[in-house]
C-alpha cells in the first residue's frame, strides 16, 4: 500500500501539472538527473536547499506523475516515469530537458 | 517606442517562465488558436473570464516572451512567437500543443 501511495498513475498525467512542475528549475535539474542517471536517492541530488524544500519539490514532481518513488531501508529511492511521460506528452521531456 | 514595450526580446525567452506561461489551461487554449490563427484580438478569443483575468494571463504570456501584441486602434492584437519559441526551445510547442 505504502508504495501504491508513492506511486501515480498514468491518469495522473494532467498537463497543467507537468508543466507546473517543469517550469522550476530544481524541479527540472532533478528530472535530468533521473533523466541521465536512472534511480538516485533523495539525498543523493546535492542540493543546497532546505530538507523541507527538497520533500515539496519532490512532492510536487510526484503528484504531477513525473517521478515515482520506492522506500529501501530508511532512503527513499526516485525514478523517473519516461515511458509514461513520452506516452502521454510525446517529444515534451526531450524538449524541455535539451536532449 | 510603444511597440518596443509590447513586444518581447529573444532574451525574454526563459524556459521557467515559458513553461510556467504554459501551465495554465487559459493561456494555453489562446497560445493554441494563435498557433491556428495567427493574429487574433484580446477580445476575439470568446474566454468567460474577467477583462482583468483576460488581461492577466495576456501580460504572463507576453513576459514569458511566448506572445507580441501591437495596437490597432482601439484593439490590442495577438501574434505568437513562434518562430523564436522553436528556435529556442526547438519542439516544445509542438509537443505541448499536441501538433
Redesign the interface.
Known amino acids: 500500500m505504502e508504495t501504491q501511495e508513492l506511486t501515480g498513475t498514468t491518469a495522473d498525467l494532467d ?3 507537468v ?2 512542475a ?4 530544481v524541479r ?1 535539474s532533478i528530472v535530468e538527473r533521473l533523466a541521465r542517471e536512472g534511480e538516485v536517492p533523495c539525498g543523493g541530488f546535492g542540493l543546497t536547499i532546505s530538507k523541507s524544500t527538497r520533500t515539496y519539490h519532490f512532492r510536487i514532481l510526484r503528484e504531477a506523475g513525473l517521478i515515482e518513488q520506492r522506500e529501501e531501508g530508511n532512503r527513499k529511492l526516485n525514478t523517473l516515469r519516461r515511458d509514461e511521460i513520452d506516452a502521454r ?4 521531456l ?3 530537458l ?1 536532449e
Open positions: 498537463l497543467s501539472a508543466l507546473q517543469l517550469a522550476d528549475p527540472r506528452f510525446p517529444g515534451l526531450e524538449a524541455v535539451g
